[in-house]
Nanobody, 117 residues
Framework: QVQLVESGGGLAQPGGSLRLSCAAS????????MTWARQAPGKGLEWVSG????????YLLDSVKGRFTISRDIAKNTVYLQMNNLKPEDTALYLC??????????WGQGTQVTVSS
């Protein structure tokens, strides 16, 4: 059974950092495409970053380039989103998604990130 559990969110000050984790079970993160998305209050889903099974990056949202980095630990079967120089506009629920080769999506429950002074 595929399961994704996000963690690492919380309250951060502008300019601060957080590292989000997406722990996967039921499959290997090296086999699926893994994506981070976010949803701010009253706004639609925004694709932040992703990584293919072969480790290549899918994309990175323009507004987070130079600040966010996606990575993964194959041994821990976990994908990370390192977020530096956080801004208030980064406040959102951050969600992890796994996409199988047959394009079936699995989602985690999300972790809340709030950037405020």
């Amino acid at each position: 059974q595929v399961q994704l559990v996000e963690s690492g969110g919380g309250l951060a000050q502008p300019g601060g950092s957080l590292r989000l984790s997406c722990a996967a079970s039921g499959f290997a993160v090296s086999s699926y495409a893994m994506t981070w998305a976010r949803q701010a209050p009253g706004k639609g889903l925004e694709w932040v970053s992703g990584i293919y099974g072969d480790g290549s990056d899918i994309y990175l949202l323009d507004s987070v380039k130079g600040r966010f980095t996606i990575s993964r630990d194959i041994a821990k079967n976990t994908v990370y989103l390192q977020m530096n120089n956080l801004k208030p506009e980064d406040t959102a629920l951050y969600l992890c998604k796994a996409t199988t080769p047959s394009r079936v999506d699995y989602w985690g429950q999300g972790t809340q990130v709030t950037v405020s002074s």
